[in-house]
T-cell receptor, first 108, second 112 residues
Framework: AQRVTQPEKLLSVFKGAPVELKCNYSYSGSPELFWYVQYSRQRLQLLLRHISRESIKGFTADLNKGETSFHLKKPFAQEEDSAMYYCALGGSQGNLIFGKGTKLSVKP | DGGITQSPKYLFRKEGQNVTLSCEQNLNHDAMYWYRQDPGQGLRLIYYSQIVNDFQKGDIAEGYSVSREKKESFPLTVTSAQKNPTAFYLC???????????FGPGTRLTVL
């Protein structure tokens, strides 16, 4: 079965602290993974995808096939990072399978 | 922003009525998608279409219907058969199936 698990509904950190949002997936083939972000009153938008291996807004994510994980990391959280984060897996039909999301709250 | 629009932003419906949510894109994307977003549930796929005049059911298609008569339009009808239609509905499109998806601003449907 194709599935994405985000174990934390809410993650709260202080400004300047490291942050890691966890994502695990279940997929039999070669996975394509994404992180989407939804800031308050804004559209859901792509943050990064594992193929590009880019760092966006200081966030990185490494695909670990052995652990079937795609955790999102940032060394120093900022208040503007507060948002809802969704991990997504490219499905076999061309669709996206989303996790339930993690709400990140960065406190001053 | 821009490129993919949804209307209306808010929609109210009485029980037993069908209602159609609009989704339009001018990005020349082949694929379009409808998701339902509920608190604590993430996004769940209702229907998707990879090309004009073709569409497939997603995970929660019961009580919904779609059409894809034009490349730029993918309307979603919420029928009276949908047991719990009150939700936030998101439309998305991508150049090709499996590519980066671009999302609309959403429509919040409330059944009174």
């Amino acid at each position: 079965a194709q599935r994405v698990t985000q174990p934390e509904k809410l993650l709260s950190v202080f400004k300047g602290a490291p942050v890691e949002l966890k994502c695990n997936y279940s997929y039999s083939g070669s996975p394509e993974l994404f992180w989407y972000v939804q800031y308050s009153r804004q559209r859901l938008q792509l943050l990064l995808r594992h193929i590009s291996r880019e760092s966006i807004k200081g966030f990185t994510a490494d695909l670990n096939k052995g652990e079937t994980s795609f955790h999102l990391k940032k060394p120093f959280a900022q208040e503007e990072d507060s948002a809802m984060y969704y991990c997504a897996l490219g499905g076999s039909q061309g669709n996206l399978i989303f996790g339930k999301g993690t709400k990140l709250s960065v406190k001053p | 922003d821009g490129g993919i629009t949804q209307s209306p932003k808010y929609l109210f419906r009485k029980e037993g009525q069908n209602v159609t949510l609009s989704c339009e894109q001018n990005l020349n994307h082949d694929a379009m998608y409808w998701y339902r977003q509920d608190p604590g549930q993430g996004l769940r796929l209702i229907y998707y279409s990879q090309i004009v005049n073709d569409f497939q059911k997603g995970d929660i298609a019961e009580g919904y219907s779609v059409s894809r008569e034009k490349k730029e339009s993918f309307p979603l009808t919420v029928t009276s058969a949908q047991k719990n239609p009150t939700a936030f509905y998101l439309c998305a499109s991508s150049k090709l199936a499996g590519g980066e998806q671009f999302f609309g601003p959403g429509t919040r449907l409330t059944v009174l």
